[in-house]
């Protein structure tokens, strides 16, 4: 039998010469070689609660199994892992529903309300919100608490900023209150001194947006201002009935905020008292050492916290297998339908990134034909990811992207102006790098276009081959960029799902955010607009591509 397998994988590999690369031959003969050199024990695992798959897994083998014949066993050593209830994820479309929904749960929430954003606006909405927080602080009895990370150089721009937005609920309730501002260790002396408010915040920045209300988390791009409650597109995934995960995340912001800037009640700032390390002031080596471990500290904590709750059996086999298949669990308990979810993490100005290695392992992981589905705000992937999609994947991919009338950046003054039009320098060099390796019939590309609005969903869906429904997303802050890699604080959670209600809910999503994309190719490029891109913003590009 063994013979006949070999015979048929050669002569499925040999007249797929196509399709597979070489490496990619060479692994699924490594693969299949090794599920024919697995010795049958003659052991009845189905009464086994929980047999642990390998090491470095963390999950019962029957979980294992699923994961590895879809190419995702390698979640779980990059990432902590958690139970969902399928029935208590929803996915929010609209910007004003965004809205809504955090003024609803500021109002409503009991013990904390943890917010992380790049900042807080300005505008009457904004101030409807921290509205609903002093109000909610104020009738708690001291039961409430509320932390709030922000990035320092956004949330210092201009007279009236985020700072003094949050000020009144500093000054009124200290205790209960707490404001923490990242500043990023690379920008530091000189160059601090010399560059402008605005333009100071490429050096790098506080990304996160995690949007957390007692046991409930709403995971997002988005920030918190007029534009992003209104016209500006993204995604947002609510999770409900979440306690472990929010408390994962509740305690990234704590962590985070202990080596950010604390706002007094004067609207200056100072060390967490649990911090020696000043992010631009002291040693740019010591801030990040510190910054890097204690992150690092934290995820290896969490990931042996889940380690022991399978080892230990504080979760029901059932509770982990399921036709609802999740990296974060999929389980159908009581006819409850339960997924997994996977907190990835980028801080790549401390040094710490496994966001990035995500990505490309599930490019390179990616079966043939399956599909990914990758959108941006904006369009500059690295040069890592572009080598892997083009040269190691066996995936096709859909990619939508920022029309230049619906980038943030569009009608800007000074410089700014020019970034729409860096974009489509960007993306045609990669629609070229297609062309040259064609490769432009398996990577398609478009771009969002909506009358008034503008694009900043960013993430991926993933749908394994004759399947149309997902059954893998990545949702939260980071682009594909060289500045979510290497510059900018960022989250993301990765959900897994066979629940069909969920799959559907995110095909849902995707198809609304591509209904408005429009083909970008060569003929896009023909276009008037397109063809007079300014010279400095050819030479701006070729020097700043990392800071964009």
Not at 534 to 548: I, N, T, Y
């Amino acid at each position: 039998m063994k013979k006949n397998m070999w015979m048929w994988a050669r002569r499925f590999i040999e007249s797929d010469s196509e399709r597979l690369s070489v490496t990619n031959k060479m692994d699924l003969l490594r693969k299949l070689s090794s599920i024919l050199q697995r010795q049958d024990t003659g052991i009845d695992y189905s009464n086994q609660e929980f047999v642990i798959a390998n090491a470095n897994s963390k999950v019962p083998e029957g979980i294992s199994k699923d994961f590895e014949t879809h190419g995702l066993t390698w979640l779980h050593t990059v990432s902590p892992c958690f139970a969902l209830d399928g029935s208590k994820v929803s996915v929010i479309h609209e910007p004003s529903t965004f809205y809504s929904t955090v003024i609803e749960k500021c109002h409503l929430a009991k013990r904390r309300i943890t917010l992380a954003s790049l900042y807080i606006g300005t505008g009457h909405l904004e101030e409807q919100l921290i509205s609903a927080i002093g109000e909610n602080l104020k009738t708690s009895n001291g039961q409430l608490k509320v932390k709030v990370l922000l990035d320092y150089t956004r949330g210092s721009r201009g007279e009236n900023n985020s700072r003094t937005m949050l000020l009144p609920l500093v000054n009124k309730y200290k205790d209960l209150c707490q404001v923490a501002l990242y500043h990023t260790p690379a920008l530091r002396g000189p160059l601090r001194t010399i560059m402008p408010q605005r333009y100071n915040e490429v050096i790098g920045l506080q990304h996160m947006k995690v949007y957390l209300f007692d046991d409930s988390l709403l995971i997002s791009g988005a920030n918190l201002s007029i534009d992003y409650f209104t016209n500006r597109q993204d995604r947002y995934i609510l999770i409900e009935d979440c306690g472990p995960l929010a408390d994962f995340y509740d305690g990234l912001v704590s962590q985070v905020s202990e080596f950010s800037l604390q706002l007094l009640k004067d609207n200056e700032t100072k060390l967490h008292t649990d911090w020696q390390w000043h992010p631009y002031k002291g040693e740019k080596y010591g801030f990040e050492s510190a910054a890097r471990d204690k992150i690092c500290r934290y995820y290896s904590s969490a990931m042996s916290q889940q380690k022991k709750i399978v080892q230990t059996k504080q979760v029901h086999h059932n509770d982990l297998l399921s036709s609802a298949f999740v990296v974060q669990c999929t389980t159908d308990l009581h006819k409850q339908r339960r997924h997994m979810d996977f907190p990835s993490g980028r801080n790549g100005a401390v040094g710490f990134t496994s966001g990035q290695s995500c990505y490309k392992r599930l490019f390179e992981s990616a079966l043939p034909g399956s599909v990914i589905h990758l959108a941006t705000g904006y369009f500059n992937l690295t040069q890592e990811y572009i080598n892997t999609m083009i040269h190691h994947s066996s995936a096709t991919y859909n990619i939508l992207m920022a029309h230049p009338t619906a980038n943030g950046f569009m009608g800007a003054r000074g410089p700014a102006g020019g970034i729409p039009a860096a974009y489509t320098l960007l993306a045609s060099a990669f629609l070229r790098k297609l062309q040259g390796a064609c490769q432009a019939h398996r990577v398609h590309m478009a771009e969002f276009q909506k009358k008034g609005w503008t694009y900043h969903a960013k993430g991926l869906w993933y749908t394994l081959p004759d399947q149309h429904l997902p059954m893998l997303t990545f949702v939260g802050s980071p682009n594909f960029g060289n500045r979510s890699v290497s510059r900018d604080l960022e989250t993301q959670i990765v959900i897994v799902t066979k629940n069909t209600r969920l799959q559907n809910k995110l095909l849902e999503e995707r198809e609304r955010l591509y209904a408005s994309g429009t083909q970008f190719s060569s003929e896009t490029l023909s276009e008037p607009d397109r063809r007079n891109v300014p010279l400095w913003v050819h030479l701006a590009v070729r020097l700043f591509r990392g800071l964009l």
